[in-house]
């Protein structure tokens, strides 16, 4: 896995440039709108929004699945409208919905990609059980993969992208509908093809999974790219520390908790206070000195306070800060595994 | 300080102006360059391998005319005797029906080369091989092409079947042959009907109801069952109109050895030939045009759509 091109590191080229990328559908839908990005070589880049956002039609148009209506996209140096082939030829996609022939082996489905992909027949064999190897699949790679469950099948997708050792891998929601435990499971393969020199681009709507996995975010909105940075940057914009205020007690205590909470005097102006799960966030400057002055408050209410953290800002605030507060549909948008994959699953 | 960090790669990037050709340094392994018949080959194996897997596809698909033949047989074969040896000849049912079953067979097959198609699509993997480098002509050539080998074989098993039941191919083995080759040019016209109904409604049940509904109208409007002459009027009239009475009778031809064809009469070509070239002719055609749409749709659904 050796860099042979002889360019050094900070003159990394772009696996990915798009300039100005739109994309309209034939019904009149502005998918993208003038999106700009390059992604280097060897980057693990995240690409993050609410369902609709447009991340899964971009990837789409990197991939060469839809032609761009506007703008230039070049994928390892390629034109995706004027030589797709050669694009398809150097790139691993991995679309949203788990796709492998169910009547196929494991064994059968990945030595398929490899043919597609033109892996010499001399490499063949041991490149299927290398991949299959990879994604813990060598037990049961002569069983047909219908057999296989959820996290299985998705491996297996994994599997297949890879089987070219392309140097740059598309992952569109990848985890979706995972379990905790498959998810990690995958983590940790992008991981190592990552550090073997792999660029991977990876979309997603867990922000817990941009902010474990990616060096860079671009946050998608309505078609258009709001932000762009590292975990740390864009985390570290929202500024501020966060106190997460748990009451007893239904809506209307939260939100007369919300009230009390806002009345407090000490809180400065730029204090936002919001409604949460189980009570109330409040995000300011030095909030933690507050702490105390906000429970004797809330005490003085009669509202009873059953939990109280100070934290950092986590990628759920950077969103909630970038996308003001709007995730479509009201899904998705949560670092909390379990809580994330259970709304996902129960969303379909 | 989005803007920074997203300005600063476009800016170096946009000084070169053609961007690097990745010789070598991009891809680290060479891509092989696929050959137009490597691709065809790994498709066609991948669709043999699926129809053998799942038995119901063939044997599913054999089962419906195996059914029609023993018992129309059993049922019709005392009436129908009368109706087919009008014209004198001394044949049974058995041999007349043979080879309107053995075109069932080919519809039956063709049916499921759109129903493959629309479960790819709906699994993703009809995109996951449009993501692929391979040719796509090729790829779609090789599943064509499993089809047709799989509707082949049922042929041979329904003719062997019939021969025992007590048909009679009157031309022998190399008439048998001609009716195989009969059932594939018959075949096409609605591999393509049943690709371009999966393409169109990209559903799975209903290019599953649409082929198969479409199957037992079409027979039975046409010579399949019955002669020209013992079918109601306006039926005859639809018949003339049907692509399985062209089927039917250029495989009945080959059967009986006899100019069997009455709906376009013929005198040019001499003995069965009178019966073949208009049937040829006739599917030729219709499985050029919509051959043709079928792969219009295909161009446009593999390059632009996808939802």
């Known amino acids: ?348 | 300080m989005s803007d920074d960090t997203d300005a600063a790669p476009s800016g170096r990037d946009g000084d070169p102006s053609p961007e690097p050709r990745p010789d070598g340094g991009h891809a680290r392994r060479a891509p092989a360059g696929n050959s137009f018949l490597g691709d065809f080959w790994v498709n066609f194996v991948r669709w043999n391998i699926k129809a053998v897997r799942n038995p119901f596809v063939v044997v599913g698909s054999l089962l419906q005319p195996i059914i029609f033949l023993i018992l129309f047989t059993q049922v019709f074969g005392q009436i129908a005797t009368g109706a087919i040896s009008g014209g004198g000849a001394d044949i049974t049912y058995e041999t007349f029906l043979l080879p309107a079953i053995a075109m069932q067979v080919s519809l039956a097959g063709a049916a499921g080369s759109g129903i493959g198609l629309v479960n790819d699509m709906e699994e993703g993997l009809f995109e996951k091989v449009l993501v692929t480098p391979m040719n796509r002509a090729a790829v779609f050539l090789g599943k064509t092409a499993a089809e047709l080998v799989r509707i082949v074989v049922q042929i041979v098993i329904i003719l062997v079947l019939g021969t025992v039941l007590g048909a009679e191919i009157a031309t022998g083995v190399p008439g048998a042959v001609g009716i195989v080759v009969m059932g594939v040019l018959f075949s096409l016209w609605f591999v393509a009907l049943s690709n371009i109904i999966a393409i169109v409604t990209e559903d799975q049940e209903s290019t599953i109801i649409g082929a198969n509904l479409l199957q037992f109208p079409l027979l039975f409007v046409s010579t399949a069952f019955l002669p020209l002459s013992a079918l109601p009027g306006w039926i005859q009239t639809v018949a003339r109109f049907n692509p399985v009475t062209y089927g039917v009778d250029g495989a009945r031809a080959l059967m009986l050895d006899q100019d069997v064809m009455t709906v376009i009469e013929v005198t040019r070509f001499g003995g069965i030939w009178d019966t073949l070239v208009p049937a040829i002719a006739v599917l030729a055609a219709l499985d050029l045009v919509l051959g043709g749409l079928m792969v219009y749709l295909l161009n446009r659904v593999s390059s632009s759509s996808v939802k």
Not at chain 1, 144 to 153: L, N, P, Q
Request: hydrophobic share 40%.
């Open chain 1, 1 to 348: 896995m050796s860099d042979t091109s002889g360019s050094t590191a900070d003159e990394r080229r772009a696996a990915i440039a798009a300039r100005d990328l739109g994309l309209t559908y034939a019904d009149g839908t502005e998918a993208v709108k003038g999106v700009d990005l390059t992604v280097p070589e060897g980057e693990f880049f995240g690409f993050l929004g609410p369902n609709g956002a447009g991340k899964t039609t971009t990837i789409k148009t990197f991939a060469t699945l839809l032609a761009p209506t506007s703008g230039s996209v070049t994928v390892n140096g390629f034109d995706v409208r004027e030589e797709p082939r050669r694009v398809r030829e150097t790139i691993g996609y991995m679309a949203q919905e788990t796709s492998v022939d169910e009547e196929l082996t494991a064994r059968e489905n990945v030595r398929f990609a490899a043919q597609a992909y033109g892996v010499p027949r001399s490499e063949r064999a041991d490149r299927i059980d290398e991949l299959l190897d990879l994604v813990d699949l060598a037990d049961v790679a002569g069983k047909e993969a219908g057999e296989f469950s959820g996290g299985m099948k998705k491996r297996l997708d994994v599997a297949t992208a890879l089987v070219h050792d392309p140097p740059l891998v598309f992952l569109d929601e990848p985890t979706t509908g995972l379990d905790p435990k498959a998810r990690n499971d995958l983590w940790d393969y992008f991981r190592r093809i990552n550090e073997e020199g792999t660029t991977l681009f990876l979309t997603t709507q867990y922000l817990e999974e941009a902010d474990q996995l990616c060096e860079r975010i671009s946050v998608i909105r309505d078609g258009g790219i709001v932000a762009t940075g590292s975990p740390m940057e864009l985390k570290r914009e929202v500024g501020g520390e966060i106190l997460d205020i748990d009451v007893e007690g239904d809506d209307g205590v939260r939100e007369r908790a919300a009230e009390v909470v806002s009345g407090v005097d000490v809180l400065a102006a730029d204090a936002e206070v919001a409604l949460s799960d189980d009570g109330v966030t409040v995000t300011a400057e030095r909030a933690r000195e507050h702490g105390p002055d906000l429970l004797v408050a809330l005490r003085d209410a009669g509202i009873t306070v059953t939990g109280f953290d100070v934290r950092a800002p986590t990628m759920d605030d950077v969103f909630l800060a970038i996308t003001g507060g709007e995730s479509d549909e009201g899904d998705g948008v949560t670092s909390d595994d379990d809580a994330a994959t259970e709304r996902e699953v129960s969303a379909e």
